[in-house]
């Protein structure tokens, strides 16, 4: 039987013999290549489960397809000299370690994904519509989405729970503030929406210090010191995580953290003026 190595060699030199112009191709042709290979094994497949019609040759066989597909891999392997016993038991031993490990599945990762997304939203409404009074229901949902957030790191059931220790004693605290006025929200007779017995609080806006103190209950926390700054955290934390690294490598990454950027920058020059949003709150304009 060939090995990986003797597979590569055959193949490379099969396509220069077959293709005069294989030797002139560079890596990078190689790889446009493989691109081609991959849509066809998908259009090879979607023709076998009969998502659409075709009558493509490339389309015929699945199974053939895939096999042409590793075998242009294996010249670009041949092309850069790769040892593909020595990296194929590197990637397993990878494959091998994350089963060892307690990882996120997909209903986890789908999870993330929407809460990232939901949040990044909400601030963008937030410091758009900071002036105006239904913001505070914005807010109450940015609230409940970076609770869950925290969930991952602060719950000892929690697959990426280990990240925890990445946590200072601030971030801590602010998680902790997030969970009772997620607590207060959720449950509106929760004694976390009372100051006393009789004076409840809930959800009551404080404009100083070129922020926005917002509290529930004896719970005061700060949109932009505390909310905002849990939320990077989070964000931060969840790129970095093994598994999850797709996250930031994705172009939307970057013009997500564009349209996080410009939001909090409208909102910290909007809160530079608390008169002015007191006033706007009061006449109910923009």
Known sequence: MKTLQEWQKEFAESATKKFSNNSRWSEQDRVLSILRQLADVGGAIQKEQGIFVSDNHAHKDPNHRIAALIADTFILCEKRKIN??????????W???????????????GVIMQLLSEALDLIVITSERISKKECHYFLEH????????????????????SQNTSL?????DVIKKIKNIRDAICHR???????????????VFNFKDNDVEVQYGTTKIFLV?????????????????????????????????????????????????PVKLLELR????N
Do not use: C
């Open 95 to 109: 494959y091998q370690k994350m089963e060892e490990t307690k990882r996120i599945n997909l209903k986890d990762e």
């Open 168 to 172: 200072t004693e601030y971030d801590k």
């Open 84 to 93: 593909l016993d020595t990296e194929l038991s590197r990637v397993l031993e």
């Open 142 to 161: 940015l609230i409940l989405s970076l609770r869950q957030m925290g969930y991952y790191f602060t719950q000892t059931d929690s697959p990426l729970y």
């Open 189 to 203: 007779e929760s004694e976390e929406n009372f100051v006393t017995p009789v004076i409840k609080l809930v959800g």
């Open 282 to 285: 009061r006449s109910g304009s």
């Open 225 to 273: 010191r505390d909310i905002l700054s849990i939320h990077h955290k989070f964000r931060e934390l969840f790129s970095n995580i093994e598994g999850l690294e797709f996250l930031a490598r994705n172009p939307i990454w970057d013009m997500d953290e564009e349209r996080l950027k410009k939001a909090e920058d409208i909102l910290i020059e909007k809160l530079k003026d």
